[in-house]
């Protein structure tokens, strides 16, 4: 078991043929990732050599499921572009579309989130740098080397973050560590993740990371005080960030004691979950954990 994705998962990727598409197709298939095919209208029946792998490339999404069975998208399309590459992966019905792409306008997620309200297709991202089931399927940009598999769930808004984790728990591996994102608007959430993580029978454990501005962590804290049963740890980031300073991602802003690091700690250990000071201390606590699990 993992969440999200898992061995049998057949991924396309949307800007497969731009550089840093095909760089990442690259990394995807060396990690035993199933790549059945690339969408670029432009250059609809034509096939790619993947170092040493044929990779079809297919006018649209829908064409491209049809013909392959894919059930989960990537999109490395520029920004520009990235609201209606989207938008066509949710009219095809694919269940999950993982936007790895940085700079994406708000008003674009937003309405690209709203369009996927009630319909059949799940969002990872934007601004994200996707997610891994370690030896099962790696979809995104973390690099596959880091850690194996294992039984901690592992959920984050930083990428850099989610990898610095992955490699300090690399003696336990992970079921799933996925990426969020940290801009404003983003699709998945840390409560979807941890509701998921609860259901999933492989996660003994979660990680959460978190980071200043809004109050997704506060309401993940109670999201997890009411359903989740399974240890929680947390880490967030940006304890020494000063008030009204936007810092790194979009949606880290604070404002007055909203948002703070403390509150959103507070806040989380109110709900029974340990946090760190430090991602290494966050780790150590986890590491307790599962020492004693």
């Known amino acids: 078991m993992a969440i999200f994705l898992n061995a049998d998962s057949k991924v396309i990727v949307q800007g ?51 013909a392959t069975g894919a059930n989960v ?23 999950l579309v993982v936007v790895i792409t940085e700079g994406v306008p708000v008003k674009d997620s937003a309405e690209f989130f709203n369009y996927s309200l009630g319909k059949s297709t799940r969002i990872i991202g934007p601004n994200c740098p996707g997610l891994i089931s ?27 973050l989610t990898y610095q984790m992955m490699y300090e728990l690399r003696e336990f591996g992970f079921s799933t560590a996925i990426g969020i994102g ?7 959430t840390h409560i979807d993740a941890l509701e998921a993580f609860q259901a999933d029978d492989d996660t003994d454990a979660i990680v959460m990371i978190g980071e200043i501005g809004g109050d997704a962590e506060e309401r993940a804290a109670a999201y997890v005080k009411e359903h989740v049963t399974k240890p929680v740890v947390g880490y967030v980031a940006g304890f020494t960030a000063p008030e009204g300073k936007t810092m790194g991602h979009a949606g880290a802003i604070v404002s007055g004691s909203s948002g703070t690091a403390q509150a959103k700690k507070e806040a989380l250990e109110a709900a029974g979950v340990k946090v760190g000071k430090t991602p290494s201390e966050t780790a150590e606590l986890m590491r307790e954990i599962m020492r004693n699990l």
């Open 16 to 66: 497969m043929t731009g550089a840093v598409g095909m760089k990442h197709t690259k990394l995807m298939l060396a990690d035993g990732t199933a790549v059945v095919g690339g969408v670029n209208p432009k250059k609809a029946g034509t096939s790619v050599d993947v170092d040493g792998k044929d990779v079809p490339v297919f006018g649209s999404v829908k064409e491209a499921m049809e």
């Open 134 to 160: 370690p030896g099962k399927s790696n979809v995104g940009i973390i690099p596959g080397d880091i850690a194996g598999a294992g039984r901690i769930g592992l959920v984050s808004k930083s990428g850099t």
């Open 182 to 188: 940290g801009d404003p608007v983003i699709g998945t």
């Open 73 to 95: 998208s990537v999109v490395f399309v520029p920004p520009a572009f990235t609201k209606s590459a989207v938008v066509e992966a949710i009219d095809a019905e694919i269940p």
